[in-house]
């Protein structure tokens, strides 16, 4: 993908029916575009019409790409949530995660499973 298009994709924020049909793209593929309308005509109950207009509207998005009917994933799903919580931390938080995760905790109490893992990711973090 070009500078432009990962910019683009850094950014795209996904309304609820956008995520529902980029979730299938990324359970499935690389899927055959025929095969993703049939799919979500089961699935979503759209038209093959409002399918190739969400397709295209994803892929200038940056996320998607649609080759010789064949749909592949240009940022994998867990990119997207990766892009999507840092921006969020930005956005609301100053890009502190600190103070994201003092505001997290202030509601919901870690459990002793969830302390370890970060301590994990922590360590992880200070040796690479």
Same mark, same amino acid.
């Given at each position: 993908?070009?500078?432009?298009?990962?910019?683009?994709?850094?950014?795209?924020?996904?309304?609820?029916? $956008?995520?529902?049909?980029?979730?299938?793209?990324?359970?499935?593929?690389?899927?055959?575009?025929?095969? @993703?309308?049939?799919?979500?005509?089961?699935?979503?109950?759209?038209?093959?019409?409002?399918?190739?207009?969400?397709?295209?509207?994803?892929?200038?998005?940056?996320?998607?790409?649609?080759?010789?009917?064949?749909?592949?994933?240009?940022?994998?799903?867990?990119?997207?949530?990766?892009?999507?919580? $840092?921006?969020?931390? $930005?956005?609301?938080?100053?890009?502190?995660?600190?103070?994201?995760?003092?505001?997290?905790?202030?509601?919901?109490?870690?459990?002793?499973?969830?302390?370890?893992? @970060?301590?994990?990711?922590?360590?992880?973090?200070?040796?690479?």
């Amino acid at each position: 993908m070009d500078q432009n298009g990962k910019k683009k994709a850094e950014t795209c924020r996904l309304g609820n029916m $956008e995520l529902q049909f980029a979730k299938i793209i990324w359970e499935l593929e690389p899927i055959p575009s025929g095969e @993703l309308v049939k799919l979500c005509r089961e699935r979503l109950r759209w038209h093959k019409s409002t399918t190739y207009t969400m397709l295209r509207r994803l892929c200038e998005k940056g996320l998607f790409v649609n080759q010789e009917g064949a749909v592949t994933a240009l940022v994998r799903e867990e990119e997207y949530q990766a892009m999507q919580s $840092e921006q969020f931390v $930005e956005e609301t938080f100053g890009g502190s995660l600190p103070l994201f995760l003092a505001a997290f905790t202030r509601r919901k109490k870690l459990s002793s499973r969830e302390i370890q893992e @970060l301590e994990q990711m922590i360590q992880k973090s200070r040796e690479g």
